[in-house]
C-alpha cells in the first residue's frame, strides 16, 4: 500500500479523462434521446419504427462490445476515408471513440425515459397552454419540455452513475482514465490493492457528488414534479 502513495497524483489525475468522458457521453446520450422520444412518441409510422429499432437494438448490445465496434470500426472507416482522398491515415482518439460508443448507446436508454417523462405531464396542462394562444412551437418550448426534464431528472441522474462506471471500460481501448491509470501504477507497484482501491475512491467521490447535485435539482424542482 505504502508503494502507491508516491502515484497517488498520477492515478487522480485520471479523473479528469474518466469526468470529462461521463460528461460529453451523457450530454449527448440526452441530446439523442430526446430526439428519439419525440419520433417514438410521434405519429408518422416509419419514423416511429425506426426510433423504436434504433431503442430496441442499443439497449440489448453490451457495453464493451459495442466500445471495440465503434472504436475498431471508426477506425476503418477513417483508413477507408484516408486512401480514397488521398491523404494520411487519421488515428482515432479512444476518447472520441469511447464517448461516441457511450452517447449511442445510452441514448436508447436516455429515449425510453423521456417518453417516459412526456407521457406523465398532465394533457391539462399543454390544452391550458393551447388556450391562452401559444403557438405548438411555443407549447413544446414552455411547457412540454421543462416539465419533460423535471420529470426525467431522477432517472436521468441514475443514467448518468451507469455511464460513470461504464467509461472504465475505455481502458481496454489505452484511454488514460483511473482505472487504466490504477492498472498501470498496480504492474509498477506490485500493489494492485492498493491502486484499485485509489481508483475505487474516486469513483465513490464523483458519485457522491453526483448523487448530491441530483438531489439539488431534485429539490430544486419538487414543485414542478408536484404539478406532473
Known amino acids: 500500500m505504502l508503494a502507491t502513495i508516491p502515484f497517488l497524483g498520477y492515478i487522480v489525475e485520471g479523473l479528469t479523462v474518466t469526468v470529462g468522458a461521463t460528461l460529453?457521453?451523457?450530454?449527448?446520450?440526452?441530446?439523442?434521446?430526446?430526439?428519439?422520444?419525440?419520433?417514438?412518441?410521434?405519429?408518422?409510422?416509419?419514423?416511429?419504427?425506426?426510433?423504436?429499432?434504433?431503442?430496441?437494438?442499443?439497449?440489448?448490445?453490451p457495453e464493451l462490445l459495442f466500445v471495440f465496434v465503434v472504436y475498431y470500426g471508426l477506425d476503418i472507416a477513417m483508413r477507408a476515408l484516408s486512401a480514397r482522398i488521398g491523404i494520411t491515415p487519421l488515428e482515432i482518439s479512444p476518447f472520441v471513440a469511447v464517448t461516441i460508443a457511450l452517447a449511442v448507446q445510452f441514448g436508447a436508454y436516455c429515449a425510453e425515459i423521456f417518453r417516459d417523462a412526456r407521457t406523465a405531464i398532465p394533457i391539462g396542462l399543454i390544452e391550458a397552454g393551447e388556450a391562452i394562444g401559444l403557438s405548438e412551437a411555443r407549447v413544446r418550448t414552455r411547457i412540454v419540455l421543462p416539465l419533460m426534464f423535471i420529470n426525467a431528472t431522477p432517472a436521468l441522474?441514475?443514467?448518468?452513475?451507469?455511464?460513470?462506471?461504464?467509461?472504465?471500460?475505455?481502458?481496454?481501448?489505452?484511454?488514460?482514465?483511473?482505472?487504466?491509470?490504477?492498472?498501470?501504477?498496480?504492474?509498477?507497484?506490485?500493489?494492485?490493492?492498493?491502486?484499485f482501491a485509489v481508483a475505487a475512491i474516486c469513483f465513490l467521490i464523483v458519485t457522491a457528488i453526483a448523487t448530491a447535485v441530483q438531489h439539488y435539482i431534485e429539490r430544486r424542482t419538487h414543485f414542478g414534479r408536484g404539478l406532473a
Not at 457521453?25 to 429499432?53: D, E, H, R, W, Y
Not at 460513470?164 to 494492485?192: D, M, N, Q
Request: positive net charge; hydrophobic residues 55%; proline residues 3%.
Open 157 to 195: 441522474g441514475n443514467i448518468f452513475l451507469v455511464i460513470l462506471k461504464v467509461s472504465a471500460l475505455a481502458s481496454v481501448i489505452g484511454l488514460e482514465e483511473v482505472t487504466r491509470r490504477a492498472k498501470v501504477v498496480a504492474g509498477a507497484t506490485r500493489e494492485p490493492f492498493g491502486a
Open 24 to 61: 460529453v457521453g451523457f450530454l449527448g446520450a440526452m441530446l439523442i434521446g430526446a430526439a428519439l422520444s419525440t419520433l417514438v412518441s410521434g405519429s408518422t409510422k416509419l419514423p416511429t419504427l425506426v426510433a423504436n429499432g434504433y431503442v430496441t437494438v442499443f439497449r440489448a448490445l
